[in-house]
Every structure is written in structure tokens, then in C-alpha cells.
């Protein structure tokens, strides 16, 4: 049974310094699928995904990534296995082009031997990127800078690829095209994807399975279509 | 003054430049990639003219003009000293450089810097070496000669050696950092250390090795000093390579190898013509710190600075 989820965490406690923000959250992310970790801001979300990366530590819990116990492991091991992180604000290198990027992103040593395949893959998703390849990543427009930060992580041939946020301050139009690329990467390329969202239209429309994360705890869960007849869902979230 | 000696103080000025340019690149870099203000660099440059002498005089005659090469490698194994004794477990995890961070690695610095001071100190109070030495008894020539005349002007060919080797590390420190994943690693971690962990380098391995580069700049920077000025070594060098190197580091724009090396020859030039002009060495030094002032005024973030 637990061959079929990419990602299993369990009991997950972290916080910053004496502060603890996540008490104790258990999800699973299923292979081939893409789960959405919802909720509002200060949730505890981008931690969430900064725990289960390494990038600090857990306090108490597990992270289970393709059935081996990672919890403790720094997180450019985990990268190294397949964990990939789009970060929340895309953490891009302002100073180095978007052909540096790429570069650096398809060097590591899973992706090495086939960095011209993914470059190609890269470049079909996103021509733009083709174009800008020796523009500075600092002088992009702000939905170029998210394709590059998603062409950034599809270059570590990730196994399961995480978004905090991907839509974050992007216009309407965007955003689609964003959430169409997420759903294609599923689709066509069979990646696992746990998508962090504040954005519960966008992420309800393409993701399989849902938690509702608040004060640090998931209160909610379920396959997308039950979780979009929920009251609580419909009142809190979608302002029906 | 006429116009001829003023050709000859420029071009003396170029060639002393190009020496203090790469005398101060190693500095720009682990500054401006780690965020450490290394107060050991001036004394590390010194160790380097040391070594290239004690190459040469007190070990195995090594031929001066090797000197810088033999130095560099050195220089990696005592960067490897340096940053395991005095970076690691300040800067090594440290995501950004808080004040406390960077207080102490102040500290840390200054202190293996004056453990090199000292050990030099010792060294010569001991009479292993000798101080206000050089590569006496040795000089390149070509030809027979050892000068060449430019524009009227003559110049010891050790000296066009030194900046040829100084073009070759500013040249080749560049393309490092540039076309190799080493060096676009180490550049993104200046930018942002956590998206490099994050796509799979270990920024503590990308510090160890910006470390050993700078060390080794360090070192192999007072070498070629040392073939520049010929003799007249001695531990208190650094209270004149440090502070220009800082001056020229910040002149360039922190962390560009490149931007140091042209602030190296821009001070250079500007004491050669004050020099011309006043007679004074000492108005010249001022003057540096007068033309960073005004730099800083117009471009805050150093001539290739971001
Ligand atoms: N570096 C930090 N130091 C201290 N507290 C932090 C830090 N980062 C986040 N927090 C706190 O942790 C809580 C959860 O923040 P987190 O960033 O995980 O929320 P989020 O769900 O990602 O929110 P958003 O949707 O706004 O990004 C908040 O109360 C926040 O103030
Ligand atoms: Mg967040």
C-alpha cells in the first residue's frame, strides 16, 4: 500500500527558534497524482515544505520519501534523490542568466546524462525561456521569472516537484497558463506534485486530492471533488 | 615636470596596479561570495611573498618564475587550514550573515592573520629567514638585458613577468567562475544560499572551495609582489597591502574579480601621476582613499558592482 505514495509525513512538528508552527500534520502525496496543500496566509505551509526539504529542521515526525525515512537528511541530498522545492518567491540568482540556471539545475549528477533532453522539454514548455536564455534572471518579468523557476526544478529531474505558491502575484491570465503546465507535467511526464496554494480556485481545478492546512494543522482533507461540495470549503474559501 | 616623466610614473603606475589588483582579487571574492571581511588577507599575501623567497633562497632554488605557481598550490593547503580553523563553524552553516556572524568571524580572521604575523615574527627572530629580502642574485633576462624600454621608459622585464601571471590569474579566475559549474555555484551562493541547497549543492562544500580559491589568490598575489619588488620582504607589508586591498576590492565592486583587477590599475595610475606631480609617495596613498571617497559618492556599489 504505501508503494503507491510518493511522500509520507507523519506527526510533523517544526517552528523557528522557540516558536512552533506545525503541531503534529500528517499528509501523503500518491504517485502520478497532484495533491494540494491548501490554506490562508500564516497557515503554515511554506514551513511545512521547508521541514519536509530539511531546509529546518523537524522537531518531531517522520518524512518518508519513496518508502526511505529522510527526515534528517540536509536538503541538497534530498534534491539529489528526486525532492524538488519551487520555493515560495522562486529564489531566483538576480546576477545569473536564465541559461546559467538551467545550467547549474541540470549539472547534479541524476540529471546529468540527459541535461539536453530536459533542456528541450524545458524550452517546448516554456519558448519564452528559449528566447531570454542569456538575460539576467533579475532583469525578467515576473511570470518569466516563474517559468524559470519551474524550468529550474523540472532541470533535477524530479520525481516528486513541490510549488509553494506558484501564482503568487501573477495576473489572472498567468496563473492559468501556470496551472496548465503543472497539470501537463502529471499528464504527459507522469511527475507527482504537491502544490501549496493560497489559491483555492486554481488548485482545486487541477489537483486529485486536497488538505486544508490552518494554525499549523491539517483540518480537513479529501479527493478534490468532495472537498469543493464542503460547507466549511465552500464559506471560508471559495466565498459561496 | 615634463612630459616624459609623467609617461614613465603612468606606466610604472599600470604595472604596480596590476600587481595590487591581483594582490587584492583574492579578497573580493570571499568577501563578496561569503560575506566574510577577511582581516587575515594582507597577512596571507605576505606569506605568499614569503614562501616564493623561502622557495627560492632557503629550500630547494626554486626558479623565481615558478614561484607564483608553486605558491597557489600552497596556498590551497594552508586555505584549507584557514577556513577549518577559522570559518567553519561560524560561517559554515550560517545561511546570512547576521551582525553576530559577522562579528565574530571579524574576529576569527583577525586572529588567524596575526597567528601568520606572528609565526613570520618568530621565524626571523630565530634567524631561519631573514627579513628585507628577496630574490637577490636573481634577475630575468632577455637577450642578455635585463629591462626593456617602453615609450622611453625603462622596465625590468621580472616585473612585465609579474603582471603577465597577474593577467593569467585575473583571466583565468574569470573563466572559472563563469563557464564552470564550480564557479557558477559559487556566484549563486552569494546570490542565495538556500536556492543552491536546494537544487542540490552543499553551499558548506561551495564555501570550503571559494575559501581555497581566495587563499590561494592570497598567496600567489604576493608572490608576483614579491618577484615585483625584488627584495625588501618583511611581515609589516601588510599594513601597506591591506588596507589597498580593501581600497581597490571596494573601488571594483565587491565580488568581480574583474572590477578589482581595473581598480587595482586605477589606483596604481592615479599614485603614479601624484607622484609625478608632488614627488610624494605617501600623497599618493591619501589619494587612493580620496578617488574611493568620490567613486562611492557617484556609484555606491563600486565600479562593477551590482
Ligand atoms: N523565519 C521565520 N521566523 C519566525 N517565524 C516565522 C518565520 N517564517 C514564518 N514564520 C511564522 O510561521 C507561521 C507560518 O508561516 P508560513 O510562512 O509557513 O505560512 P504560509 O502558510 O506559507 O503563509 P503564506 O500563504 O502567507 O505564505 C507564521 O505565523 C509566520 O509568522
Ligand atoms: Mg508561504
Redesign the interface.
Same mark, same amino acid.
Given at each position: 500500500m504505501s508503494e503507491s505514495y510518493m511522500l509520507v509525513v507523519e506527526e510533523l512538528e517544526s517552528g523557528y527558534g522557540e516558536t512552533q508552527v506545525l503541531f503534529g500534520v500528517n499528509l501523503k502525496v500518491r504517485k502520478g497524482q497532484i495533491t494540494a496543500l491548501l490554506g490562508s496566509n500564516g497557515a503554515g505551509k511554506t514551513t511545512t515544505l521547508w521541514t519536509i526539504t530539511g531546509v529546518i529542521p523537524a522537531w518531531r515526525g517522520r518524512v518518508v520519501f519513496k518508502g526511505d525515512d529522510v527526515t534528517r537528511l540536509p536538503p541538497h541530498v534530498k534534491t539529489r534523490m528526486g525532492m524538488i522545492l519551487v520555493p515560495e518567491g522562486r529564489r531566483l540568482w538576480p546576477q545569473l542568466t536564465v541559461q546559467e540556471h538551467l545550467e547549474i539545475a541540470g549539472s547534479i549528477p541524476r540529471s546529468k546524462n540527459r541535461k539536453d533532453e530536459l533542456l528541450e522539454i524545458v524550452y517546448q514548455l516554456f519558448p519564452r525561456l528559449k528566447e531570454r536564455r542569456d538575460q539576467k534572471a533579475g532583469t525578467l518579468s515576473g511570470g518569466e521569472q516563474q517559468m524559470l523557476a519551474i524550468a529550474r526544478g523540472i532541470m533535477m529531474s524530479p520525481e516528486l516537484l513541490m510549488f509553494d505558491e506558484p501564482s503568487l502575484g501573477l495576473a489572472p491570465k498567468l496563473v492559468q497558463d501556470i496551472a496548465k503546465t503543472i497539470a501537463q507535467l502529471r499528464d504527459e511526464h507522469g511527475l507527482t506534485v504537491l502544490l501549496v496554494e493560497q489559491n483555492i480556485h486554481m488548485s482545486l481545478q487541477i489537483a486529485d486530492y486536497g488538505y486544508i492546512m490552518e494554525n499549523g494543522r491539517i483540518v480537513l482533507e479529501g479527493p478534490v471533488h468532495e472537498l469543493e461540495e464542503n460547507p466549511m470549503v465552500k464559506k471560508a474559501y471559495l466565498g459561496l | 615636470m615634463d612630459a616624459a616623466s609623467l609617461v614613465t610614473n603612468i606606466l610604472n603606475g599600470l604595472i604596480t596596479g596590476a600587481i595590487l589588483g591581483a594582490v587584492a582579487s583574492g579578497l573580493t571574492l570571499i568577501w563578496g561570495v561569503m560575506k566574510v571581511v577577511n582581516l587575515a588577507h594582507g597577512h596571507l599575501a605576505v606569506l605568499g611573498a614569503f614562501l616564493a623567497v623561502i622557495l627560492y633562497k632557503y629550500t630547494i632554488g626554486l626558479n623565481p618564475l615558478l614561484a607564483p605557481f608553486a605558491v597557489f598550490i600552497i596556498g590551497v593547503v594552508i586555505g584549507a587550514i584557514f577556513y577549518y580553523t577559522s570559518l567553519h563553524i561560524i560561517v559554515g552553516k550560517a545561511e546570512t550573515m547576521t551582525l553576530k556572524v559577522e562579528m565574530n568571524s571579524l574576529l576569527s580572521t583577525f586572529g588567524f592573520g596575526i597567528a601568520i604575523y606572528g609565526l613570520l615574527s618568530y621565524a626571523i627572530g630565530r634567524g631561519w629567514i631573514a627579513q628585507y629580502e628577496g630574490f637577490t642574485g636573481w634577475a630575468l633576462k632577455v637577450g642578455g638585458k635585463t629591462y626593456t624600454t617602453i615609450l622611453g621608459t625603462n622596465i625590468i622585464y621580472a616585473k612585465l613577468y609579474a603582471v603577465a601571471i597577474a593577467v593569467l590569474l585575473i583571466v583565468a579566475v574569470e573563466m572559472f567562475l563563469r563557464k564552470t559549474?564550480w564557479g557558477? /555555484?559559487i $556566484?549563486?551562493v552569494a546570490?542565495?544560499s538556500? +536556492?543552491? +541547497?536546494? /537544487?542540490?549543492?552543499?553551499?558548506v562544500t561551495v564555501k570550503l572551495v571559494t575559501t581555497l580559491l581566495s587563499t590561494a589568490m592570497a598567496l600567489m598575489g604576493g608572490a608576483l609582489y614579491a618577484i615585483f619588488v625584488g627584495s625588501g620582504i618583511n611581515p609589516d607589508l601588510e599594513h601597506v597591502l591591506a588596507p589597498l586591498s580593501f581600497v581597490i576590492v571596494v573601488l571594483g565592486g565587491l565580488g568581480s574579480v574583474l572590477g578589482t583587477f581595473i581598480g587595482g590599475l586605477i589606483i596604481g595610475v592615479t599614485n603614479g601621476i601624484v607622484y609625478a606631480l608632488t614627488g610624494e609617495t605617501a600623497i599618493g596613498l591619501a589619494t587612493s582613499f580620496v578617488i574611493l571617497i568620490l567613486l562611492l559618492l557617484w556609484k555606491p556599489t563600486g565600479l562593477f558592482g $551590482?
Open positions: - | 559549474i557558477l /555555484t $556566484r549563486a546570490q542565495d538556500r +536556492a543552491v +541547497a536546494l /537544487t542540490g549543492y552543499n553551499p $551590482r
